[in-house]
């Protein structure tokens, strides 16, 4: 069974950063490409980032470039995103998902919230 | 950049009826780039067809995908009571891009 467990939201103030985790199992991790999905409160979905299977391709929405960053370690089976000056309209739940645009399986996000 | 526009924003249907709900695209889309998923409350969302018409795994055959194009549609034959939820679509280009939403409630 695919499982997806995400971790690491919280609050940060403004300008802040925070890094959110993804701990893969029950498929070959390193095999497919992976990504995150955000959605803020009450409103709909929208793609942020996304990694090849092998790391070496790495995709941005145009919201988050220059400020985001995901990163994998397929020993560990887990995905990375680091994100750095953060802004009020971040505040979402990120969700980990696995493909690089399809979404066959989604964790149970991680909610972060940019406030001072 | 492809707008993707759901309608109607909120349908109000009883168990047993046909939903139909439309995903049009503001640019063609490649049915071969297009997928619905469903969310319910405080649940991550979960695939239900994609290549336009191709159900995702263990989801039931009441669901059904058509379209091409810029119209797409997701038909629910007849509605289970764990159906009403908020559907999306989504193409998958190289940038995916998800509709605002539909919002199927009980009526």
């Known amino acids: 069974e695919v499982q997806l467990l995400e971790s690491g939201g919280g609050l940060v103030q403004p300008g802040g950063s925070l890094r959110l985790s993804c701990a893969a199992s029950?498929?070959?991790?390193?095999?497919?490409?992976m990504g995150w999905v955000r959605q803020a409160p009450g409103r709909g979905l929208e793609w942020v980032s996304a990694?090849?299977?092998?790391?070496?391709?790495?995709f941005y929405a145009d919201s988050v470039k220059g400020r985001f960053t995901i990163s994998r370690d397929n020993s560990k089976n887990t995905l990375s995103l680091q994100m750095n000056s953060l802004r009020a309209e971040d505040t979402a739940v990120y969700y980990c998902?696995?493909?690089?645009?399809?979404?066959?399986?989604w964790g149970q996000g991680t909610l972060v919230t940019v406030s001072s | 950049e492809i707008v993707l526009t759901q309608s109607p924003g909120t349908l109000s249907l009883s168990p047993g009826e046909r939903a139909t709900l439309s995903c049009r695209a503001s640019?063609?889309?490649?049915?071969?780039?297009l997928a619905w998923y469903q969310q319910k409350p405080g649940q991550a969302p979960r695939l239900l067809i994609y290549?336009?018409?191709n159900r995702a795994t263990g989801i039931p055959d009441r669901f059904s995908g058509s379209g091409s194009g810029t119209d797409f549609i997701l038909t629910i034959s007849r509605l289970e009571p764990e159906d009403f939820a908020v559907y999306y679509c989504?193409?998958?280009?190289?940038?995916?891009?998800f509709g605002q939403g539909t919002r199927l409630e009980i009526k």
């Open positions: 998902a696995q493909g690089r645009t399809l979404f066959h399986y």
């Open positions: 029950g498929f070959t991790f390193s095999s497919y490409a």
């Open positions: 990694i090849s299977g092998s790391g070496g391709s790495t």
């Open positions: 640019q063609s889309v490649s049915s071969s780039q």
């Open positions: 290549g336009a018409s």
């Open positions: 989504q193409q998958y280009g190289s940038s995916p891009l």
